[in-house]
């Protein structure tokens, strides 16, 4: 599985130019927590703690999950922006936080590095037999902060481009790029899976969506909530036969503090988040700065949820 790599340090590149280069950062990356989520235990019965990985987008999730169990009457706790996986997720399997906002694929990555699973089904049936009986995936999102092929709109009507199966027609022509591993961990993949032999591989890294734009590749691997994809007027390809590990966005519950009030509302958001709403609201946080609470109470107002 290809998970999210190194977009803190394209985060930081392109905050300087006052723009944003992902929509995430890697959640499975090593990082020294910015805040700490508690002493350790169990929150009190009577508040639910909202945690968020140390990164924008999970921080705006987090938000959203607080202020809607708000409107629910809840009392509810937020602490934003706390670290890794590898933090916080002992922190949620002690009870130290209720809810997390967490993305499957990753998640499964994280829990058994053997999985296979590429489906969100397939990724969601696999997490409920690995996760640890003290937490709950709850019923993910459509939206994805997950690996894509990316083109410029312009490219995809000239070509008729839709889906990454409609590259194979043409790919012997194009130049992909990618993080530096890229060509290492999706060659045979996307040779197997759609029958792609791109012309070259080329390690553009952060750079990616500006080198799809300028014509210097013609494909690259931008993650789906990244803003850029706004700013550059591209598309992502509609990944019809899984080559990618599906990374929907999910509600991950501590059992013992998430009662069913928790978990429906949960849903109820999980059911209007799209990766294409998601990508507007990143572009809020990360391009425009606007204040994550502020855009997680505008998305909740519009969407009918407080």
């Given at each position: ?26 959640p ?14 169990s ?16 921080v ?24 890794s ?24 990555a ?7 699973a ?49 590259l ?31 012309k ?107």
């Amino acid at each position: 599985m290809y998970v999210k790599r190194a977009l803190v340090t394209a985060l930081a590149a392109v905050f300087a130019l006052s723009a944003c280069g992902g929509g995430g950062s890697d959640p499975l990356a090593q990082a020294t927590p910015s805040a700490p989520a508690t002493s350790g235990g169990s929150a009190a019965a009577s508040t639910v703690v909202v945690g968020s990985f140390n990164f924008p987008e999970s921080v705006l999730l987090g938000s959203i999950y607080a202020q809607a169990l708000q409107a629910k009457g809840l009392t509810v706790e937020e602490k934003p922006n706390i670290g890794s996986r590898e933090v916080v997720f002992d922190q949620i399997k002690s009870g130290g936080l209720t809810v997390l906002p967490e993305y499957v694929g990753s998640l499964l990555a994280f829990v058994d590095p053997a999985a296979t699973a590429k489906s969100t089904d397939d990724v969601v049936a696999a997490l409920k037999t690995k996760l640890p009986p003290e937490v709950e995936i709850l019923t993910p999102a459509a939206a994805q902060d997950g690996n894509s092929l990316t083109v410029t709109k312009a490219f995809a009507a000239e070509k008729s481009l839709t889906t990454i199966e409609d590259l194979a027609k043409i790919s012997k022509d194009l130049v992909v790029g990618g993080p530096p591993e890229f060509k290492e961990r999706q060659e045979e993949n996307f040779k197997n899976t759609y029958g792609l032999e791109f012309k070259s591989w080329e390690p553009t890294a952060e750079t990616t969506a500006d080198a799809i734009k300028s014509g210097t590749i013609q494909v690259g691997n931008v993650f789906t909530t990244d803003p850029k994809i706004l700013l550059n007027d591209l598309v992502s390809l509609q990944d019809n036969k899984n080559a990618f590990a599906a990374d929907n966005i999910a509600p991950l519950v501590f059992k013992s503090g998430a009662d069913d009030t928790v978990k429906t509302t949960l849903d109820a958001v999980s059911a209007k988040l799209t990766t294409e709403g998601l990508l507007q609201l990143m572009k809020q946080v990360a391009v425009d700065k606007a204040d994550p609470p502020v855009v997680a109470k505008d998305w909740l107002t519009q969407n009918g949820l407080l």
